[in-house]
Antibody, heavy 114, light 112 residues
């Protein structure tokens, strides 16, 4: 059974950093691209970033470029999202997903507030 | 960026009836391989999104055949036959033709 478990969320002040992790199991992690998708409270889904299976290619939405970094450790079957210079508009539940979007984690909440 | 525009359902939908959700893209989602890169998701209250169909009309593993996707390069429909209580939630279309992978705003399905 595929499992994706996010962690690392919480309350953080504007301008600070946070690093999310997504532990994967039940499939060969190194064979799949992975993505982060977020959902602000009561809002719709918003794609954040995608990384290729080997980490050689990354893609970001414009509003997070230069502030967020997606990465992966295939030896640990773990996906990461380093979030720097956080803004209030980054407040959301963050989901990790396989890049084909067939499997999603349960999500982790990030709140950016002073 | 490709803009995805979803239609509204005349809620609530009587149980057992059919419902069709529409989605329009600002650019053709047909790639050079001939496939149409359009996904449909259902997000039930308090849950993570669930993939229903990909490549516009291919059902994801384990998804009921009551869900069927169709369309052209820029106009898409998700039809739900014999609507049941478990189908309630918000439906999203998403294009994966190019980055950024944009979503529609969502269409809420409520049952009577």
């Amino acid at each position: 059974e595929v499992q994706l478990v996010e962690s690392g969320g919480g309350l953080v002040q504007p301008g600070r950093s946070l690093k999310l992790s997504c532990a994967a199991s039940g499939f060969t992690f190194s064979n799949y691209g992975m993505a982060w998708v977020r959902q602000a409270p009561t809002k719709g889904l918003e794609w954040v970033a995608t990384i290729s299976y080997d980490g050689s290619s990354t893609y970001y939405r414009d509003s997070v470029k230069g502030r967020f970094t997606i990465s992966r450790d295939n030896a640990k079957s773990t996906l990461y999202l380093q979030m720097d210079s956080l803004r209030s508009e980054d407040t959301a539940t963050y989901y990790c997903a396989r890049a084909n979007y067939g499997d999603w984690g349960q999500g982790v909440m990030v709140t950016v507030s002073s | 960026d490709i803009v995805m525009t979803q239609g509204v359902l005349p809620n609530p939908v009587p149980s057992g009836e059919s419902a069709s959700i529409t989605c329009r893209s600002s650019k053709s989602l047909v790639y050079k391989d001939g496939k149409t890169y359009l996904n449909w998701f259902l997000q039930r209250p308090g849950q993570s999104p669930q993939l229903l169909t990909y490549w516009m009309s291919t059902r994801a593993s384990g998804v009921s055949d009551r869900f069927s996707g169709s369309g052209s390069g820029t106009y898409f429909t998700l039809k739900i036959s014999r609507v049941r209580a478990e189908d309630a939630g918000v439906y999203y279309c998403q294009q994966v033709r190019e980055y950024p992978n944009t979503f529609g705003a969502g269409t809420k399905l409520e049952l009577k």
